[in-house]
């Protein structure tokens, strides 16, 4: 490497990482004036957030939702009881009853995965490709989506990491 450019540290970095480090060590290559027998290098990567490293999520733009897999519908549900009600599940003459013995019930329907006591907060079940229970598999579409609950309709501003999201490209 020349000493315009110095090599990051490799331990630190995954190989896809040094990858797109050497990628952009050519574009920058490619475009000096005194190069001009090299094209210009175009950008083939296809951004794909996974899920597990927050790292490789996107900046949120209003836009992305429409071209996206729903990547989003995947993470786990975390909802509260006023949310079961809007859904439709709980019954609002069910808000008397202990939320424990509301879990119970849900658990057993399937509609429910776990139940924190102390916070409250029920997490959705979800699929067996961990799609969310109510996500259209074909249409990649909600089919709750105007009683969604208020964690679908706060993402990204709040969640995982606040203004990002899991962006995956349609294919």
Request: hydrophobic share 35%.
């Amino acid at each position: 490497m020349d000493a315009s450019h110095p090599a990051p540290a490799a331990q630190n970095m995954t190989s896809q990482q040094i990858v797109i480090h050497k990628c952009a060590r050519l574009a920058i290559i490619a475009r000096r004036p005194t190069d001009a027998r090299l094209p210009p290098m175009k950008n083939n990567l296809i951004a794909a957030a996974e899920l597990d490293r927050l790292d490789t999520w996107a900046k949120y733009t209003a836009d992305m939702c429409h071209s996206c897999m729903s990547s989003c519908c995947t993470l786990p549900v975390e909802v509260r009881l006023n949310d079961l009600i809007r859904i439709g599940v709980v019954d609002e003459f069910e808000r008397s009853e202990p939320a424990k013995n509301i879990a119970k019930r849900l658990q057993k329907e399937g509609l429910v995965e776990r139940f924190h006591q102390k916070s409250g907060i029920f997490t959705l079940t979800r699929m067996s490709n961990n799609d969310c229970y109510y996500l259209d598999r074909k249409t990649r579409l909600c089919t709750i989506y105007d009683k969604r609950p208020d964690t679908c309709r706060n993402h990204p501003k709040i969640g995982p990491r606040p203004g990002y999201c899991a962006y995956k490209p349609k294919v």
